[in-house]
């Protein structure tokens, strides 16, 4: 396989990865599904390319900008949408998405339906994989903080944890802007990479692949998202060969591995080395325990 084509599939798993580990922090830590996070990538996406293209800003801060505005305007919708229980929340988000969409079609200062070229080319792997490890490693730590904690306890019984004096609204509230500036600069990443935008991709479609990519991985799973990012992105690259049938095999597979695995590739399982560690410690222990065991029946 050519290498810049297996750097080209890295960087879109990466640029996937950033979107989805916001996601994996709303649905997988404080379970809200959402259907609108292309909404926040596009955001994100025309903010940082308006700040390189237009404003002459360097990439970085453009990226921060990006990534504030989609948390802003998260905060927006949710101060709407967030005292909706069941799947009304989720309704609400997929609106959002769309209206945005919609929205950006009717721009003409971004390009409109047309999309928008000459967005200068600044993203590529170094930066991707440096910007993911800081997101992962920000994410990890917020799980295991005590805030992390209060969003877990929202997703496992929410008014068992207004009870106990958890202030449900605002848990939910800092889940859902985190996600949104994750999914902001996952957006800014793209448009420096594919060096043009257009409103339709960042539709419905893209908003259920990063989904299904949450879901496939494992929820409440920051290893599931890593490992689900990579394989679904690189996985219709691979089935290329089939030509019409890749998408059908895609599809297949993904239905597959929900069946024989509904919790996910990783379920709640996290790759850290003191779990590694674990889990080697108990293969040997069970190989020591089945050699003996064979001894005795000797």
């Not at 997988?28 to 990538?41: I, K, N, V, Y």
């Not at 967030?82 to 609106?95: E, S």
Request: net charge positive.
């Amino acid at each position: 396989m050519d290498i810049v084509y297996l750097k080209g599939i890295l960087i879109l798993a990466g640029i996937n990865l950033l979107s989805v580990l916001g996601l994996s922090l709303l649905t997988g830590f404080t379970g809200m599904f959402s259907f609108g996070h292309a909404g926040f990538m596009a955001i994100g996406g025309y903010t940082a390319a308006s700040m390189t293209v237009k404003f002459g800003l360097p990439f970085i801060p453009a990226l921060l900008i990006g990534g504030l505005t989609a948390a802003i305007a998260s905060a927006f919708i949710g101060r709407l949408t967030l005292n909706l229980k069941g799947d009304y929340f989720c309704i609400a988000t997929l609106g959002f998405g769309e209206a945005i969409r919609l929205i950006l079609d009717n721009v003409q200062y971004f390009g409109g339906a047309r999309g928008w070229p000459g967005i200068p080319h600044y993203t590529n792997l170094s930066n991707i994989v440096f910007i993911n490890i800081v997101a992962i490693i920000i994410l990890a730590n917020l799980v295991r903080s005590k805030h992390g904690r209060n969003m877990i306890a929202v997703r496992e019984e929410e008014l068992a944890s207004q009870i106990v004096g958890i202030n449900v609204f605002r848990y939910k509230m800092i889940s859902l802007m985190i996600s949104a500036a994750y999914a902001g600069i996952g957006g800014g990443l793209m448009a420096h990479y594919m060096t043009f935008l257009q409103p339709k991709m960042f539709s419905l479609v893209k908003s259920t692949e990063l989904t299904i990519i949450v879901i496939f991985g494992g929820l409440g799973s920051i290893s599931g998202s890593v490992v689900g990012a990579l394989v679904l992105t690189a996985l219709p690259e691979l089935l290329r060969v089939l030509k019409d049938w890749r998408l059908v095999f895609y599809g297949l597979s993904v239905i597959v591995i929900m069946v024989t695995r509904p919790e996910g590739l990783m379920g709640g399982y996290e790759l850290t080395p003191s779990s590694m560690k674990r889990l080697y410690a108990n293969i040997k222990n069970k190989r020591v325990a089945k050699a003996v065991k064979g001894g005795e029946k000797i």
